[in-house]
């Protein structure tokens, strides 16, 4: 996958499938301690020990389609060719936590990406899912609560398409101001701003 | 940034159309987002159909996902249920195509047969 952020929308989905009504989806960037660490949440129906190391093999899968589920290993792959690992917790009529963490400035490390697009499209069609996004980069902290928007909206249905693209809006502008305003890793792949990133001269 | 202000604006707007809506069974345009329909390009296919679909007020028109419908290779694909009407299934869609089928197929009733599975197959 080309960006993080269509990882994530992946990884979603296996919650969804879980039956889960409340998934939260956590990124915390510190480029000082250069990490970066992704976890889905969920509180859907969660797998025994066995079924949750069984979900990194590739020609595992629950579903009956096709023979090979692939989300789970791409994003371990993805987090293991950085430096990091992915690792899953779960437990049977709890819930399961993903979480894949990499070297932040690991020269393989895909851009996060459009995670405004990844948000609002899980919650534009999953109207009976609470979706919690929390995004920290340096502790700034940018957080989204459809709980908290479903309150404001009351009888009006958070999947009406103007109030998604307020959804839409909403992340990119809380995103932008986490990273200080500017587009940070646009600039910082690009080459510039990197006095302020130490982390940057590894390479 | 987008205020909670614009939200509530938005909610009384949305509200005056809300009845409306509830008496009209409606179209489901249905996305498929499994890894192999994300990969291939599926988001921005979501979002297109959302936009177009806002942008022409269709309140009566649901926009849904679904997982891994099995034709893998033929993702991203898009469902139009109709009321009353048989599925189409619309293969290999892009932004631009998923548009046309909003407004050709959902908005103007003619199904776009090139992009179906139908006329795919046949290649």
Not at chain 1, 40 to 51: E, I
Not at chain 2, 42 to 54: G, T, Y
Request: hydrophobic share 35%; charged share 30%.
């Amino acid at each position: 996958m080309k960006e993080l952020s269509l990882h994530i929308l992946d990884i979603v989905q296996n919650s969804i499938d879980a039956g889960s009504n409340i998934i939260s989806i956590t990124i915390n960037e510190d480029t000082i301690r250069d990490t970066l660490v992704i976890k889905v949440k969920d509180n859907g129906k969660g797998m025994d020990a066995q079924t949750a190391r069984k979900a990194r093999d590739p020609f595992f899968t629950s579903r009956t389609t096709r023979k090979v589920g692939l989300g789970i290993p791409l994003l371990a792959a993805a987090a293991e060719r950085c430096g990091g690992s992915l690792k899953i917790n779960s437990l049977p009529g709890k819930g399961t936590e993903i979480s894949a963490s990499f070297i932040h400035s690991h020269i393989d490390r895909a851009p996060i990406g459009n995670m405004w697009d990844t948000v609002s499209g899980l919650i534009a069609c999953n109207e009976d899912v609470d979706f919690i996004y929390t995004h920290v980069f340096n502790g700034n902290t940018f957080k989204l609560d459809t709980r908290d928007i479903k309150k404001i909206l009351k009888e009006v249905p958070i999947t009406s398409p103007e109030v998604i693209g307020w959804i839409r809006d909403r992340i990119k502008d809380g995103i932008n101001s986490m990273y200080g305003g500017g587009e940070y890793e646009n600039n910082t792949r690009a080459g510039r701003d990197k006095a302020s990133h130490p982390s940057d001269f590894k390479h | 940034m987008k205020t909670i202000q614009e939200l509530e604006e938005i909610r009384r707007r949305t509200l005056q159309t809300l009845n409306i809506r509830k008496d009209r069974s409606g179209t489901r345009i249905v996305v498929g987002m499994a890894t192999c329909g994300i990969a291939a390009g599926a988001r921005p296919v979501l979002h297109a159909i959302m936009d177009e679909v806002k942008d022409n007020n269709l309140s009566d028109v649901v926009v849904a996902q679904t997982g891994c419908i099995g034709i893998c290779r033929l993702e991203p694909i898009v469902e139009v249920y109709k009321p009353g009407e048989e599925k189409v299934t619309y293969v290999r869609m892009t932004p631009e195509k998923a548009r046309r089928v909003v407004r050709e197929h959902v908005m103007l009733d003619k199904v776009v047969s090139e992009y179906t599975i139908g006329s795919e197959e046949k290649k």
